[in-house]
């Protein structure tokens, strides 16, 4: 039998009509849809405060960290550098080792500061020199939590970036009319008690920015390392 046009069309379309009729199989009731739950967030840390942040300090049994440190002075074209260590154990001895470009070591224990130019040993009470005593006070102060001396000597502002709640930037401005004449204010910032990086401002216009690495805030200094690291040299 010859096939036509139209018979083809109409095997199609009754093959469709006999796929479409196939008895279906019965369906169960129909279960309700899952509610999805998005998840909760925590919620956000809450910004560090500066009693808080003085207490992380006061808790430190020691601090040890590399440094690098840039000074601009206006007659320069190029900042001075400067390389080495610094090194704090409670209640008040700071090491300052530089290493390059010579090798220099400032050593402070309470009221006494003695410096090393790699040639001779001079020493400096610093109760006879405000402007040294408060700079040296500054950062005593805070990385040993005194928030007492901190605010007693300088006017302090503590600002925290929303989006990063442990890092902070201390601001301090000298109270002190003779040390006004000098230093402009000290600009330090951090994460938790990880010190950054602290920048010192002259009203002559120089400054002096120190960048600090290998942070490392819970370091405890045994006798040996002690009286290696806390010693002047001469």
């Known amino acids: 039998m010859r096939t036509t046009p139209a018979l083809l069309a109409?095997?199609?379309?009754?093959?469709?009509?006999?796929?479409?009729?196939?008895?279906?199989?019965?369906?169960?009731?129909?279960?309700?849809?899952?509610?999805?739950?998005?998840?909760?967030?925590?919620?956000?840390?809450?910004?560090?405060?500066l009693d808080a942040l003085l207490r992380r300090f006061a808790a430190m049994p020691g601090l040890s960290a590399s440094f690098r440190e840039e000074k601009r002075v206006a007659l320069l074209a190029a900042p001075l550098v400067s390389e080495?260590?610094?090194?704090?154990?409670?209640p008040g001895r700071l090491a300052r080792h530089t290493t390059s470009p010579s090798t220099a070591t400032v050593l402070i224990e309470g009221a006494q500061l003695r410096f090393f130019d790699g040639r001779q040993t001079t020493a400096i009470d610093m109760n006879a020199t405000p402007v040294v005593r408060q700079f040296v006070d500054?950062?005593?102060?805070?990385?040993?939590?005194?928030?007492?001396?901190?605010?007693?000597?300088?006017?302090?502002?503590?600002?925290?970036?929303?989006?990063?709640?442990?890092?902070?930037?201390?601001?301090?401005?000298?109270?002190?009319?003779?040390?006004q004449r000098v230093f402009r204010d000290i600009v330090l910032r951090g994460t938790g008690v990880s010190l950054e990086s602290m920048l010192m401002r002259e009203t002559s216009g120089d400054e002096t920015s120190t960048a600090f690495r290998e942070v490392d805030a819970g370091h405890r200094y045994g006798a040996e390392e002690a009286a290696r690291v806390f010693r002047i040299g001469g």
């Open 84 to 90: 080495g260590t610094i090194h704090y154990a409670p």
């Open 138 to 179: 500054s950062f005593l102060a805070l990385v040993a939590g005194d928030g007492a001396g901190l605010t007693r000597g300088y006017a302090v502002e503590l600002r925290v970036d929303p989006a990063r709640p442990e890092a902070w930037t201390l601001t301090l401005r000298p109270r002190a009319a003779v040390v």
């Open 10 to 49: 109409a095997s199609l379309l009754a093959l469709g009509a006999a796929s479409h009729a196939q008895p279906r199989r019965p369906r169960g009731p129909r279960r309700p849809p899952v509610p999805v739950v998005a998840p909760v967030a925590p919620p956000p840390a809450a910004p560090i405060t």
